[in-house]
């Protein structure tokens, strides 16, 4: 059996927040978490496959909306989130920096703890119900958010001679797209054969 923790930093304008899920502040390698935080969950992804969408949520509970003033200025913004565990083997353990940790308390440090993401904000919305109130919910970008960008490269000697200086481009023109398209007529490229 086990039992775990979250450590949650976020860096916002250069101001680290940094929170936790234990009942109590704590203090992790010398830096003091939150347990104030009005926190009420944190989503890991649940992946289906290796390409999945699916992102790391953390969702706050903010009745008095105090979070939409630094709404805009989170996305973007550095995140990690930590997994920490207890120790519930029943006696008294050593944690890999030696301390002593007594049956049932938090095993406080960056060394035992797994870094479960560690990424960056990519959505912050409210979600408003009846049921739950207000609920800011953070969504970081996921593992494999990039993987549907499209990035266009045109192949044409105008568009090279853009990226190329002119100082450099005078002394040794680039050729590489010069002999692309040769009129209407398709090519085949055997592409690495000899």
Do not use: H
């Amino acid at each position: 059996m086990y039992s775990g923790f979250f450590l949650i930093d976020m860096n916002v304008r250069n101001t680290i927040l940094r929170y936790t899920t234990l009942p109590f502040d704590a203090v992790v390698s010398g830096v003091t978490y939150s347990a104030d935080n009005s926190l009420a969950g944190v989503d890991p992804p649940k992946l289906s496959s290796n390409t999945d969408r699916e992102a790391f949520k953390i969702k706050f509970a903010d009745p008095l909306m105090s979070y939409s003033g630094l709404a805009d200025e989170m996305i973007g913004s550095r995140v990690t989130v930590r997994g920490g565990f207890y120790n519930t083997s029943g006696g008294t353990i050593i944690d890999s920096t030696g301390t002593e940790v007594l049956a049932n308390n938090p095993i406080l440090n960056y060394t035992d703890c797994i870094v479960l993401y560690k990424g960056f904000i990519d959505i912050v919305r409210y979600n408003i119900s009846e049921e739950d109130g207000a609920i800011f919910e953070i969504e970081c970008a996921s593992p494999m958010a990039s993987l549907d960008a499209l990035n266009s490269f045109y192949t044409t000697q105008n568009s090279i001679r853009q990226r190329i200086p002119a100082a450099q481009w005078s002394t040794a023109p680039d050729t590489c797209f010069d002999n692309v398209a040769l009129g209407g007529k398709s090519q085949e490229v055997l592409w690495g054969k000899i």
